[in-house]
C-alpha cells in the first residue's frame, strides 16, 4: 500500500519567512496530493491539492510542488502570517478515471508550524 | 465542510462499554470514509462505505468495530468492548463522487468525535 513520509515534524518561522514542508510518497500509482491545515481541536481543511498531471500550483500565499520522477510533493508558504500557526499534513490517493472508485487518503504524519511573531 | 455533520463531537466510555459514532454526509453525498488520529498523529483510514455497501474496510481492526451506511439515516461506526487503545479523534468525510466531477477527490470532513475511554 501506499506510504507518505513527511518532514520536518515541527518547524518554527518568524513572521513574514517562508516556510516549506516536504513529502514523499512510494506508490508511483498516486496521483492526486491535497495538503490540509489542522488547528487544535478542529477538522482538517483542505488548504490546496494538486494532481500528477501539473507540477506546480499556487494560490496566493500557498503554492505545492510536484516531482513525479522523485516522488515528491512540497507545500510553500510565503509571508507567513501568526494565523498560519497550526499542524499540517499531506495526503495522497489514486483517482480512477473516468468512472471514481476508493480514493482513501494516506497521510502523512504532521508539521507542526509555529509562526514566531 | 459545515455541512458534514458528526456526533456526538465528544464521547466518554468505560473500557467493555460500546461506542457509536455518527456521520451525516453533505447532501446529496452518498460516500464516506472514516479516519482515525490518534493523539499527535496523522490520520489513518479505516474504511470506506457507500449507500448499504461497504467498500473498503481493510483499515479497520479485525475485532470490535464495525461500520455501516444504511440507505436512509447516517453512516455509523460501532467501537464494542471499549479499551484505552481506543480513545482518539474520528473523523469522517463527505466525498461528492461524480455528483461533482470538478470537485472530483476533495473529501469533505466532519469536525470528528473525540472518545476517550477511562
Known amino acids: 500500500g501506499e506510504n507518505v513520509e513527511q518532514h520536518p515534524s515541527t518547524l518554527s518561522v518568524q513572521e513574514g519567512d517562508s516556510a516549506v514542508i516536504k513529502c514523499t510518497y512510494s506508490?508511483?500509482?498516486?496521483?492526486?496530493f491535497p495538503w490540509y491545515k489542522q488547528e487544535l481541536g478542529k477538522r482538517p481543511q483542505l488548504i490546496i491539492d494538486i494532481r500528477s498531471n501539473v507540477g506546480e500550483k499556487k494560490d496566493q500565499r500557498i503554492a505545492v510542488t510536484l516531482n513525479k520522477t522523485a516522488k515528491h510533493f512540497s507545500l510553500h508558504i510565503t509571508e507567513t502570517q501568526p494565523e498560519d500557526s497550526a499542524v499540517y499534513f499531506c495526503?495522497?490517493?489514486?483517482?480512477?478515471?473516468?468512472?471514481?472508485?476508493?480514493?482513501?487518503?494516506?497521510f502523512g504524519t504532521g508539521t507542526r508550524l509555529t509562526i514566531i511573531p | 465542510n459545515a455541512g458534514v455533520m458528526q456526533n456526538p463531537r465528544h464521547l466518554v466510555r468505560r473500557r467493555g462499554q460500546e461506542a457509536r459514532l455518527r456521520c451525516s454526509p453533505m447532501?446529496?453525498?452518498?460516500?464516506v470514509y472514516w479516519y482515525r488520529q490518534l493523539p499527535e498523529e496523522g490520520l489513518k483510514f479505516m474504511v470506506y462505505l457507500q449507500k448499504e455497501n461497504i467498500i473498503d474496510e481493510s483499515g479497520m481492526p479485525k475485532e470490535r468495530f464495525s461500520a455501516e451506511f444504511p440507505k436512509e439515516g447516517p453512516s455509523i461506526l460501532r467501537i464494542q468492548q471499549v479499551v484505552r487503545g481506543d480513545s482518539a479523534a474520528y473523523f469522517c468525510?463527505?466525498?461528492?463522487?461524480?455528483?461533482?466531477?470538478?470537485?472530483?477527490?476533495?473529501?469533505?470532513f466532519g469536525p470528528g468525535t473525540r472518545l476517550t475511554v477511562l
Open positions: 447532501k446529496g453525498h452518498s460516500h
Open positions: 495526503a495522497a490517493s489514486i483517482r480512477i478515471v473516468p468512472n471514481f472508485g476508493n480514493e482513501k487518503l494516506t
Open positions: 506508490d508511483s500509482a498516486s496521483n492526486y
Open positions: 468525510a463527505s466525498f461528492p463522487g461524480l455528483a461533482e466531477p470538478s470537485r472530483y477527490n476533495e473529501q469533505f
